[in-house]
DNA sequence: GGCTCATCATTGAAGGTTAAACAAAAGCGG
DNA sequence: CCGCTTTTGTTTAACCTTCAATGATGAGCC
């Protein structure tokens, strides 16, 4: 009905998706929402902080220091400033995270990961890797998972705010 | 410091990410943010709503009648009935779905699709088609996309709320 | 110094999501 | 028909995210 080829005239007329495509599509879509909403569930039941703030915490205590300024932490979990000042907000009022001050750069603030963050960390990451494990990679052989990972990085690289390249596309 | 293999006593120590495992997961986390982030954004501009409302309208839209009924949409969308309830209030209000009673069950309610919906659909359906061309589907090889389907409707089946296998050829 | 522009981080308001509680109707077993 | 449980969909309040606006500092330039 609607997939002849030629008709350079005004609306330039869309490639639908495939029969096929669509499945793939339909298929990233469902195990997303389902994944994320399982990890969500998880962690708010056993850690009392959703997914994203959870993986903030992790970040922290993999940083030197067990601090990071807001701007880096932000481009770290790929979210805005303005919603990662709204977390730490609420990680601070927990007691996990504190706010320093960046003696360099007047501007900045550091976000600290507390001695209470760190064991709320400790006690939860256990239960975190089993849920992931249990819903992702046990899931898959091997070669599925090397492949996943190709496949989900060019998908990100894609997408990178501009900058990219600019640092180790790779952690460290 | 801790992988010592055996202490078979009380804890059970996790089994963590391996260094390449990691790799997968972070950028599973970083290609899921960044793709939903980036739909979201087009969506929110070029339609006015968030992807899991455009998703609740295409549904509709291929459902016979043009409707469906409140939990089979939730279930479609992969999403909480209380949720859903919150979206369609808000796409009532937009004047793009409509609910209507069920006569045979009087607890029921249908989402219709309004034609004003249908058009807004059809109005921003390409320019979204383009979108997931461009950050997905372009990016991936035939192989990619083939792969990337069947691994992801693993992940989705291991997460569905049970009724799985409802329909298997049981005893009735 | 003084000017301009970019960057850092926060804020407030509007909107979206979650979890628990609820009412109404349906199903089910006696 | 009667009680009991389940299903359906909504509601409320708390929480989270987004967007635009803001203040404050830094950086470059003359």
Redo the contacts with the bound molecule.
Sequence with gaps: MNTAPADPAVAEEPRWLTDEEQRVWRAYLHATILL??HL??QL??DA??????YGLLVALAEAPGRRL??????KHAK????????????LEKNGWVR?ED?P????????VLTDEGHQVLAQTAPGHVATVRQAFFDRLTPEQQKSLGEILQIIAEGLQPKEAGADLPWLR
């Design positions: 994320d909403d969500d569930r708010q039941r009392g902080m959703p997914h994203i703030y300024r807001m701007t880096d932490l932000a979210i805005t400033r303005s919603r990662l000042s709204h977390a730490v907000a609420r706010r960046c360099s750069d007047k501007r900045g603030q550091f976000a």
